[in-house]
């Protein structure tokens, strides 16, 4: 069966552009929704007024923070949800025993046109037990939209808040480039890899599918088998280069950088570092350099880096900056990087004093070769001159940890708070329709978020507030905030008739992403033993949650 065009709905004179992956249709959902929902129609329940909940459970990779990403394309697919016929055949043919005609007859009528949507704001730094996402609606058709939007959001938050933790390792001064599209789970996983790394913190990415889809910044160069494809400088037949301001040509660029090398390697500053280079890695670089002097940047770890790489590199470098260009600078994709990007760096100082080429020094060292948050740290703990990282593997698979855990539960049937139990406290759900709120500091950093009843009055600033922990009785904390932002907004309206808050474009998700961070306390967004983040709700609430767990909980009777 053919995968659906990306098609667009229009909603309140507004078009809603399809899902981006077209294989997210009503029918990316686990077969036991579709039981659900006939069971709910045989009962006639399936009109009930449901609310559910979105929620995780446990901050992922060991941190106290996550990021919230996946909203967008959680609202491409409500506004778009429809089935078609052979959809709804395939429906049929696939539950157990066999379907009333009156229930495909209900699955060709259903959409989303009244089910009411309220999220937090993608790239919002978010906390275990507070709702990312509230949907209400006719129970069965919320009931079909747990799946697929549990997969849309699992794997984008995991990956948004691997990229911040890279992020926030490697500092705000260094430019961090998502490579890991040969290593991901599949087209799929690797598209959201990039979009997500992105709203995460990275600047760009190599993945020129996911540059064309959401205007990522691309970036890349060449690979081993580039230089390893020349034999020597013979192979370049067009020599010539003209000069960045079009005044001259060189016409010889390949004696142009020899004549260059000559001077290097006489250099007595550096002559016990540089000997004979390895020609066929210089012919790469030249030719590499012809095609693209504006963006001249070169793999040296072919060969050796040290004695081939790096003088091969700046007489490149010096050839082109004879001729007005500025070679961007040279990618390590193996060895000791700190040491080596240390070491590169003092001779981009020396060429840069020798020959009084102002700014030599500064020229860009990138590093790659299966880094992940861990080198990162340990690359800052050593000292190193790296100012950009291309990350991959570890980045884009989520390698440290498998799974967010997001999960979905139903809070509300018929205006009826429900409650879920558990023998494990933290898989007991929160009942009721709620209000989510951040309080803030007289210092900026938010201190709680707070959940209430939906017709508590909102909490005031200035006002003295008892906030509790949802389970534990003894962990409470009065809170004066001095800012209130309420988190849960309105996405998609359904027939409420509320207004609607505008998805933002991808790079305002990304600057709120960024923003938000900051506005966290340091301890709790550090890499190790982080401090817990406080998640509470208010007394009333507090007291209704306990009131409900007993009387739902079954009283055991002693024998």
Known sequence: MEAKSNKATRHAGRVVEGPTNPMVTPLLTDLYQFTMAYAYW???????????????????????FTVFAGLEECIKL????????????????????????????????????DVEVYAISEGTVVFPKVPLLRLEGPVAVVQLLETPVLNLVNFASLVATNAARHRLVAGKSKMLLEFGLRRAQGPDGAIGASKYCYIGGFDATSNVAAGRLFG???????????????????????????????????????????????KIQSLKSLRSTFGETNQSELAAFISYALAFPNNFLALVDTYDVMRSGIPNFCAVALALGELGYKAVGIRLDSGDLAYLSSEARKIFHTIEREFELPDFGKTGITASND??????????????EVDCFGIGTYLVTCYA?????????????????????SEDVSKVSIPCKKRCYRLYGKEGYSLVDIMTGENEPCPKVGERILCRHPFSESKRAYVVPKCVEELLKCYWPGKSGKEREEL??????????????????????????????????????????????????PVGELH
Not at 240 to 247: A, E, F, K, T, V
Not at 401 to 421: S, Y
């Open 371 to 384: 880094l992940n948050e861990e080198t990162l740290d340990g690359l800052k703990k050593q000292g190193h």
């Open 42 to 64: 045989k009962a006639g329940k399936h009109n009930e007024r449901a609310v559910f909940d979105l929620y995780f459970r446990k901050n992922p990779f060991g941190g106290e």
């Open 401 to 421: 940890q498998a799974a967010l855990g997001c999960v979905f539960k139903l809070v509300e049937i018929n205006n009826q708070p429900r409650i879920k139990l």
């Open 504 to 553: 933002p474009a991808l790079k305002d998700i990304r600057d709120h992403c960024i923003k938000q961070l900051e506005q966290m306390r340091p301890d709790h967004i550090r890499r190790l033993n982080p401090t817990p983040y406080k998640v509470s709700v208010s007394a009333k609430l507090y007291d209704f949650i306990h009131f409900l767990w007993l009387n739902e909980a």
């Open 216 to 262: 990522i910044p691309l970036r890349g160069t060449h690979s081993h088998a580039f230089v390893s494809s020349f034999m020597g400088p013979d192979e370049i037949l067009e020599r010539s280069l003209c000069s960045s301001d079009g005044s001259s040509t060189c016409e010889d660029f390949v004696t142009l950088v020899q004549s260059w090398l000559s």
């Open 78 to 113: 409500i506004a778009n949800f429809k089935l078609t016929e052979e959809e709804i055949s395939f429906i049929d043919q696939s539950l157990p025993g066999s379907c009333e005609e009156g229930f495909l007859n209900y699955l060709r009528e259903i959409d989303c046109s």
